[in-house]
């Protein structure tokens, strides 16, 4: 085999490699990768009115831009949390990038498991099959206060303290106020 041949193969292959850790690993540990546009996270983070020196929390952080934009607008200090060593990789390099890797941390670990308690803004984007399983978490470790903000799914149990209807974003304040999305619906319209 020519030796061109053999570097396009070993240049695919690594590709390949490359493309199972970004986008297997993390659906084999419950969630696909899906970016969120800066637009809208600028918005969820608005939403959840987030001022400079809160603790913002993403989990899930995938690519890193929720840290990063939380720190680099909102002068906020930002915490990912990522299973993906890959994604974690990235992140660092996007936050070191963008000059705010001392306001960064991305820490390589399963969401489920991390101590939310210092929390004052969580943001999480997932599917409702997760809500179930996170809520008693963020109910068990989030102080009086703190605020969730959700994309594309609503906390099945809350009332949302605030939704922006266009861009399927839900806030809630703890501790959470019994309901949801029908009740916050009903006193808003």
Known sequence: MPANLWLIALILGLLLVVYGFWSIVPTLTGLPWRPTSYQRIRAALALAHVRPGEVVYDLGSGDGRVP???AREFQARAV???ISPLHCLVSRLYARIQRVDAQVE???ADFYSVDLSEADVVFAYMTSAQVARL???LE???R???RVVTISFDMDGWEPQAVDRDQ???LYQMP???GNLGTYLAKNI
């Open 68 to 70: 990063v934009l939380a």
């Open 80 to 82: 990912g949390v990522e």
């Open 106 to 108: 991305i820490r390589r």
């Open 135 to 137: 809520r008693p978490r």
């Open 140 to 142: 068990s470790q989030l």
């Open 144 to 146: 009086s206060g703190a």
């Open 168 to 170: 399927l974003i839900f």
């Open 176 to 178: 959470p106020q019994a």
